[in-house]
């Protein structure tokens, strides 16, 4: 299967600690976006790279949100000092861009207790 | 309010039922997307459309520019056509045209 992958796909933690999720892209997807989906509700837009460049970001990534795609394959998604309501499903997808539809990848959901 | 609006939030069908599930928007859009959501997150691009009319198997989408509004048609519906449907637009063309907007979702479930 070559489509998008997310590491891990669970995660819990204790409030206070860092954590770093990971997201593979489809191999020649330049397009890369990170989502927030909390329970009940639709995916929330994080942030976005073209290739390495990371060219927008949410207001709901504060200061201890940092996302990365150093070689503008894979990116990393770090949380410090987490808090309760970090707690979600992060959604990454990829895409070739319009007018191709994006491919999500299967989310890493964040317990944080 | 939000931009992206979906009705019904839950719907519950029999099997063999014609489903038909809205979504209206605020803002002016690109493109419109229909996406599944299985329990356990995977989301998956069922359609995306700008204008008129697609099909694909027994799921037809519709959307109405003028009037900002947008339709998924489930036709013959299976228990496994159980999961979330979520309706969500591109705002910008360009670079970052995945910059999604969601809807809320719809959560499907058809009995046998």
């Known amino acids: 299967d070559t489509g998008v992958s997310q590491n891990p796909r669970h995660k819990i933690t204790k409030r206070g600690q860092n954590v770093t999720f990971r997201c593979d892209p489809i191999?020649?997807?330049?397009?890369l976006y990170w989502y927030r989906q909390t329970l009940g509700q639709g995916p929330e837009f994080l942030t976005y790279?073209?290739?390495?460049?990371?060219?927008?970001k949410s207001r709901l990534l504060s200061d201890r949100f940092s996302a990365e795609r150093p070689k503008g394959s894979f990116s990393t998604l770090e949380i410090q000092r987490t808090e309760q309501g970090d707690s979600a499903m992060y959604l990454c997808a990829s895409s070739l861009g319009f007018p191709i539809p994006p491919n999500f990848g299967p989310g890493t959901r964040l317990t944080v207790l | 309010k939000n931009e992206v609006e979906q009705s019904p939030q839950n719907l519950t069908a029999q099997e063999g039922e014609f489903i038909t599930i809205n979504c209206s928007y605020s803002?002016?859009?690109?493109?419109l997307h229909w996406l599944q959501q299985h329990p356990g997150g995977g989301i998956v691009s069922l359609f995306m459309?700008?204008?008129g009319k697609k099909k694909h198997g027994r799921l037809i989408a519709t959307i109405n520019i003028q009037e900002k509004h947008s339709s998924l048609h489930i036709t013959a519906s299976h228990p496994r056509d159980s999961a979330v449907y979520i309706c969500a637009v591109s705002r910008n063309s360009g670079g970052s045209n995945y910059k999604l907007t969601f809807g809320k979702g719809t959560l499907l479930t058809v009995n046998p």
């Open positions: 790279f073209q290739n390495e460049a990371q060219l927008e």
């Open positions: 191999s020649e997807h330049n397009r």
């Open positions: 459309l700008s204008s």
């Open positions: 803002v002016g859009i690109s493109a």
